[in-house]
């Protein structure tokens, strides 16, 4: 019920006022273009376009959509650097090519320093405003010249907002791989071969949303017949009342797959714990906990530990599915977050599957190696953000994450996932334009 009612509002809001709302996806589509001078003009204002995404954003987080606030947080960056460029430029005589260069630069400035002020992560924040604009694993030539102004911004957001919106909020990671004491160090060739599984695993499922995404989308709009009419465009446009009834049923959609799985509504960070260590970490013990009555129909406990294959695989679909309809759907929201967790679900529901297959020598940081590969190679086989993504669960990891251990593999996996689904597919889940 909440879920469809805050999809409703989202979906009236959109439809009847806000139907073309700048979001990351225009902003990797015009950052991506390269020979367009005039691209920057794409940019809306922030006055215009700013609160209401920000609004219609925080009504989808708090809804239960499967969709988190990072997205958002880069294209508000953004508009507020674009923003800010055209302000400066205004009182300064500047060429047209001159001040399309500022502007870029300070796009990524702005979304750089919102993702790291917010989420905390330092280095990592700049490199994936930066990494997300280019379809391969590295940087477009004006996103590396964008590199200063992107780490000034980055600091400048942490001292902003941690320094003075949350002076008192402690520093550091709290997501913990592996709590309990290794047994057994961790060998390179267990490294290897459960890297490179993670990363071609990822890969596919990567490819697999982006082809679910792609079909959900034809089916929910489907593109307009062609016509050698003139009027036909206005004619072939879908009515404001048809796109909100579609926007209910997919929230509907949601709604129904979150009372089977409560674990696919995302309400905040605080859950990604419980899907890292396989719900050893009970739902209800974390600071998003939900009634017990909405868990009354769970068709796997989320407060009992993942028992064999079948229970996070479970979850794992149906999380892959909550995600992809919310994104088909056109709500607004962003990926990170919740596509970390179906790595997660997933990677547990592969690790109870090859268990039996290990020697009893095996090192207990294989899983935890593992949960986080799978993590970083399902984000960024999605993506295309291999080294930020790294960097972001380096940085959200607690103090107990072997991290010197574990880091080697996870950059491995998240580059081979990168590689591989370029080889499985074209397709891809933001629009660029080169």
Request: charged share 10%; glycine share 10%; net charge positive.
């Amino acid at each position: 019920l909440i879920t469809t009612l805050g999809g409703g509002l989202v979906a009236t809001l959109s439809a009847l006022y806000f139907p073309n709302l700048f979001n990351a996806h225009d902003y990797v589509h015009v950052l991506s273009d390269s020979k367009d001078e005039r691209k920057m003009d794409a940019f809306p204002t922030a006055r215009s376009t700013l609160l209401p995404m920000l609004f219609m954003s925080c009504v989808t987080s708090i809804s239960g959509f499967s969709l988190g606030p990072e997205a958002p947080m880069v294209t508000a960056g953004g508009l507020v650097g674009v923003s800010l460029a055209r302000k400066y430029l205004k009182s300064n005589s500047k060429s047209k090519k001159r001040s399309a260069s500022v502007e870029e630069t300070l796009a990524y400035a702005g979304a750089a320093g919102t993702l790291s002020g917010f989420m905390n992560v330092p280095l990592a924040g700049p490199i994936f405003a930066m990494e997300m604009t280019n379809r391969g694993t590295g940087v477009s030539s004006m996103a590396a010249k964008s590199w200063n102004a992107a780490m000034a911004a980055c600091f400048a957001g942490m001292v902003f907002v941690r320094g003075g919106l949350v002076p008192n909020m402690g520093v550091g990671g709290h997501f913990t791989y592996g709590a309990k004491a290794a047994v057994g160090a961790l060998t390179g060739r267990e490294m290897v071969l459960a890297s490179l599984t993670c990363g071609v695993g990822g890969a596919v499922v990567g490819t697999m949303f982006h082809k679910t995404l792609h079909f959900l989308k034809s089916v929910i709009y489907p593109s307009p017949k062609t016509s050698s009419s003139s009027s036909s465009t206005a004619n072939d446009k879908p009515k404001k009342s048809t796109v909100i009834t579609k926007k209910l049923l997919v929230a509907f959609a949601i709604g129904l797959i979150s009372i089977l799985y409560p674990q696919t509504m995302f309400w905040g960070e605080g859950t990604l714990q419980c899907v890292v260590d396989g719900q050893c970490t009970p739902l209800a013990a974390t600071p998003h906990a939900i009634p017990a009555i909405m868990t009354a129909f769970a068709r796997v406990d989320p407060n009992l530990p993942f028992a064999g294959v079948a229970a996070p695989l479970q979850v794992g679909m149906a999380k892959f599915v909550a995600i992809a309809l919310a994104a088909a759907g056109g709500f607004p929201g962003g990926v990170i977050f919740p596509l970390l967790s179906n790595g997660a679900l997933l990677s547990h529901a592969l690790i109870a599957a090859v268990r039996p297959l290990l020697p009893l020598a095996t090192s207990s940081l294989v899983a935890p190696l593992m949960v986080m590969s799978f993590m970083a190679s399902t984000l960024t086989s999605i993506t295309r953000t291999p080294l930020a993504t790294v960097l972001i669960l380096a940085l959200s990891s607690s103090g107990m994450t072997p991290l010197s251990v574990l880091l080697p593999g996870v950059m491995m996996a998240s580059y081979v996932s990168v590689w591989v689904s370029d080889r499985l597919s074209s397709d891809s889940f933001f629009s660029y334009s080169e």
